[in-house]
Nanobody, 115 residues
């Protein structure tokens, strides 16, 4: 069994920054591909950023040049640094990992961008 636990969400003003963390635990024997998704009220869940086991990253167009995904394999933790936040970034952010063809999800972290 694998567990993913997100932390670091909260309320921030437009233009501010937040860093999300996702700690993985359980039966993990390699460095899996991981990612961050988000879901805003009334919208479908969408990919925000993904990172491969060796650190290659990809981003949604809407967050390029503002968000940075990174990982610390020794800590089994993935981060999402979010800068220049805008109200449209408001959503629940979910951590995701694909391990042995099984997709795991965290419970989510609320990010609210509002003045």
């Amino acid at each position: 069994q694998v567990q993913l636990v997100e932390s670091g969400g909260g309320l921030v003003q437009p233009g501010g920054s937040l860093r999300l963390s996702c700690a993985a635990s359980g039966r993990i024997f390699s460095n899996p591909a991981m990612g961050w998704y988000r879901q805003a009220p009334g919208k479908q869940r969408e990919l925000v950023a993904g990172i491969s086991g060796d650190g290659r990253a990809n981003y949604a167009d809407s967050v390029k040049d503002r968000f940075t995904i990174s990982r610390d394999n020794a800590k089994r933790t993935v981060y999402l640094q979010m800068n220049s936040l805008i109200p449209e970034d408001t959503a629940v952010y979910y951590c995701n990992a694909v391990i042995t063809f099984i997709t795991y999800w965290g419970r989510g972290a609320q990010v609210t961008v509002s003045a």
